[in-house]
Antibody, heavy 118, light 112 residues
Framework: QVRLQESGPGLVKPSETLSLTCAVA?????????WGWIRQPPGKGLEWIGI???????AYNPSLQGRVSISIDTSKNHFSLQLTSVTAADTAVYFC???????????WGQGTLVTVSS | QSALTQPASVSGSPGQSITISCTGT?????????VSWYQQHPGKAPKLMIS???SRPSGVSNRFSGSKSGNTASLTISGLQAEDEADYYC????????????FGGGTKVTVL
């Protein structure tokens, strides 16, 4: 079955760029699904960040527009998140997930904690 | 954009039924049959329990069911069990502004 695994630095300095990668195993990218990122600040709820299609098309949370970029590398079976100009408010567990029509996220990666601090 | 509105907590005794509500607008919950529900245990990733308002993925207990009326969706857990104690989040496609997904603030379910 499809499995997703996030990776990247666990600590990022304020004003720098957060970069994460999600490796996908057990599934080949196709037009049936999009691939997305969701985050969860400690002790708080879920926030949808955005998605990328297998062809590279994207959609982002309007509240993060301008700072967020999601890309896909089908040859390496992974997709990536970049969030620029981070502040402490961007500290969260970041999850990647497969996304289908209607914004259904399933399955999810285990998540990775990213802390923004100097 | 505002998150969907869920009660902060719901509780019930084993064997009872509980219902969690998720209120949005005509641009999200009320406008599309694209409401999902997720279960999250502490320290774990969310798990899809219901999609498309009322569809249950393979492997999810039939004690979980979803419905929608107007701008409010609901998740009902029948025959409440200790393992159902978790946080539950609703999610919905939204067409307000650019297309995106909204989540509810989450509901803590406690089994008494």
């Amino acid at each position: 079955q499809v499995r997703l695994q996030e990776s990247g630095p666990g600590l990022v300095k304020p004003s720098e760029t957060l970069s994460l990668t999600c490796a996908v195993a057990g599934y080949s990218f196709s037009s049936d699904y999009n691939w997305g990122w969701i985050r969860q600040p400690p002790g708080k709820g879920l926030e949808w960040i955005g998605i990328v299609s297998h062809a590279g098309g994207t959609a982002y949370n309007p509240s993060l527009q301008g700072r967020v970029s999601i890309s896909i590398d089908t040859s390496k079976n992974h997709f990536s998140l970049q969030l620029t100009s981070v502040t402490a408010a961007d500290t969260a567990v970041y999850f990647c997930a497969r996304d289908r029509e209607g914004g259904v996220c399933d399955p999810w990666g285990q998540g990775t904690l990213v802390t923004v601090s100097s | 954009q505002s998150a969907l509105t869920q009660p902060a907590s719901v509780s019930g005794s084993p064997g009872q039924s509980i219902t969690i509500s998720c209120t949005g607008t005509s641009s999200d919950v009320g406008g599309y049959n694209y409401v999902s529900w997720y279960q999250q245990h502490p320290g774990k990733a969310p798990k899809l329990m219901i999609s498309d308002v009322s569809s249950r993925p393979s492997g999810v207990s039939n004690r979980f069911s979803g419905s929608k009326s107007g701008n409010t969706a609901s998740l009902t857990i029948s025959g409440l069990q200790a393992e159902d104690e978790a946080d539950y989040y609703c999610g919905s496609y939204s067409s307000s502004g650019s297309p995106h997904v909204l989540f509810g603030g989450g509901t803590k379910v406690t089994v008494l």
